[in-house]
C-alpha cells in the first residue's frame, strides 16, 4: 500500500478527531504541557492534564485516550502514571507511552519497563529511545532527550518491541516508523527544523492518542496517520517559519488549518516491510 492508498484514511482519521473531539488525559513533562495541549486542541481533541493520583479514579473512567510520558519522571508521579495507565487498560481504552530520555538513568529505565507492563496501546519514541527499551543499547549511550540514532536503526528493536509488549511501536526521526511487530510502515512527512523545537515528539505523542481515540482497533493506522498529519503540519509551518519558534506558532495554525486537498496531496506513506 503506498501513499494514495494511506491518505483518504489520514484524512478520516483527522476529521473523526475534529468531528469527536476525543478527550485525552495527559501525564507529561512539564517542558511539554504547553505544546502537547495547543497541538491537541488545533487537531480538533480536548486536551486535560491530570496527574494527580487521587483523582484517576474520577477522571480516567471518562476519557477516551490516555497519554504517558516520562520526560520529567519522579518517583511521586510514578503511581499516576501507573493507577491511569491500569485502569485504562483495565476499562479498554487506548493509551500511549512515550519513554522520553528512557536511558538517563536505571530509575527511568525500570519505571518505563513497568509501565510497558501495563499494556500501551502504542509506544512511541525516538531511535534512541526504542532501541533503550527494548533493551538493545549497551549501558551509557544517551544524550538525554535528543536521540543520536536515525529511526531507520531502530527498525529492528521495534519490532522486537512490539512483539514481546503488544504494542504498536513509533519511532520518530527522519523517517517515522510505526510497527506492530509484521508489518513495517514509513511515514516520510514532517521537517528537520521539528527537532530544534522542544516537545515536538512529545506533542506527536500526544496526537497519537487522539487519533487512538477515533479508531481504537486500529492502532497501526491511527498512529500512521497522527504521523503524517503532525509531519504535514510541520512542512506546512516551515513555508511560513523564520525558525525554530515561528516554526512553533505556524504548525499549530498549520494543524488547525489542515484542508482535505492539501492533506491527500502531501501524505508521504511507505511499507517498508
Ligand atoms: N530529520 C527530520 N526530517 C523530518 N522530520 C523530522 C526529522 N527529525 C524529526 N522530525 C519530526 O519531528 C517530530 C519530532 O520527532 P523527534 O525529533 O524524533 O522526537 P523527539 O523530540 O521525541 O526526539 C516528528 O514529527 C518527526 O517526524
Ligand atoms: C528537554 C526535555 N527534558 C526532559 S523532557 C524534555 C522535553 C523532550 O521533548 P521531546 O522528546 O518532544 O523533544
Ligand atoms: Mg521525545
Known amino acids: 500500500m503506498e501513499s494514495k492508498e494511506w491518505s483518504s484514511g489520514v484524512w478520516t482519521h483527522l476529521t473523526a478527531v475534529r468531528r469527536q473531539s476525543p478527550l485525552v488525559q495527559c501525564i507529561t513533562n512539564f517542558v511539554s504541557m504547553d505544546l502537547v495541549a495547543n497541538t491537541l486542541l488545533s487537531a480538533g481533541a480536548s486536551p486535560a492534564m491530570v496527574h494527580s493520583v487521587a483523582e484517576v479514579p474520577d477522571f480516567t473512567p471518562h476519557i477516551h485516550a490516555l497519554f504517558v510520558n516520562v520526560g520529567t519522571l519522579t518517583p511521586d508521579w510514578l503511581p499516576s502514571m501507573k493507577a491511569a495507565a491500569e485502569l485504562a487498560a483495565q476499562l479498554g481504552k487506548p493509551w500511549v507511552l512515550d519513554p522520553a530520555a528512557v536511558s538517563c538513568s536505571g530509575f527511568r529505565l525500570k519505571a518505563c519497563l513497568e ?80 527537532q530544534r523545537i522542544t516537545a515536538t515528539g512529545c506533542s506527536l505523542a500526544g496526537l ?46 498549520s494543524l488547525y488549518g489542515l484542508d482535505e486537498t492539501t492533506v491527500l496531496s502531501r501524505v508521504r506513506i511507505t511499507r517498508l516491510g
Not at 529511545?129 to 543499547?137: F, Q, T
Not at 536503526?153 to 523517517?175: C, D, P, Q, W
Not at 492518542?209 to 492502532?219: K, N
Not at 493506522?221 to 497522527?226: D, F, G, I, L, R
Open 115 to 194: 509501565l510497558v507492563e501495563l499494556k500501551p496501546s502504542v509506544i512511541k519514541g525516538n531511535g534512541s529511545e526504542i532501541i533503550a527499551l527494548s533493551g538493545s543499547a549497551s549501558q551509557g549511550q544517551t544524550k538525554g532527550a535528543d536521540s543520536s540514532h536515525e529511526s531507520t536503526e531502530a527498525i529492528e528493536a521495534a519490532k522486537s518491541l512490539a512483539l514481546s509488549s503488544g504494542a504498536v511501536v513509533a519511532v520518530s526521526g527522519a523517517v517515522d516508523i510505526v510497527t506492530d511487530g509484521k508489518r513495517v510502515i514509513g511515514v516520510h512527512n514532517g521537517t528537520k527544523m521539528m
Open 208 to 253: 497519537v492518542a487522539a487519533f487512538l481515540a477515533v479508531d481504537p482497533l486500529q492502532p497501526l493506522e491511527a498512529t500512521v496517520s497522527a504521523m503524517s498529519v503532525f509531519g504535514i503540519a510541520g512542512e506546512l509551518g516551515e513555508e511560513l517559519a523564520n525558525g525554530p519558534a515561528s516554526l512553533r506558532m505556524h504548525l499549530i495554525d
